[in-house]
């Protein structure tokens, strides 16, 4: 079990630390850029996420305090168990929400991208599970 989740929807992954949407963010681009890379380097995730290498410092710090990141000076960052548990809730969440927002309401890819990275925070997981299941039961005959 990752920890509780506070009345703000953030994982307490230890007492002392919560993994904040801005964090999540950190964990999610992690993955993904992994996903492509062999290695994820500092400034592979600064370009990803449009911040200065003195911002992805100070995440990465706060993310191997919670034991979610391994990194070693000027080695590439990897994902702990715990936080590819949570990168990949979350990229489940944007992903679910990107497809609802293209498929459904026919949003276009990059606003539909934009607000997912925004709701995949604050959505509760009730009405992320329904939106699951009308998705997994959605045609383009529904509309």
Known sequence: MLGKTNK?????????ISVSPS????????????????KVRVTDLAEELEV??????????QLKKAGLVAHEKYG?????EKGEQIAL???????????????????SKEISHRDACL???????TSLDKLIDFMDNYTKEDV
């Open 52 to 61: 200065a290498k003195s911002s992805v410092h100070q995440a990465v710090s």
């Open 119 to 125: 709701i995949e925070h604050s959505i509760s997981s």
């Open 23 to 38: 964090l999540q963010d950190y964990l999610e681009a992690i993955l993904n850029i992994s996903q492509q890379n062999e």
């Open 76 to 80: 590439p960052l990897v994902l702990t």
């Open 89 to 107: 809730k979350v990229k489940e969440k944007h992903d679910i929400l990107v497809r609802f927002f293209e498929e459904v309401l026919g949003v």
């Open 8 to 16: 703000f929807g953030c994982e307490n992954v230890t007492n002392k």
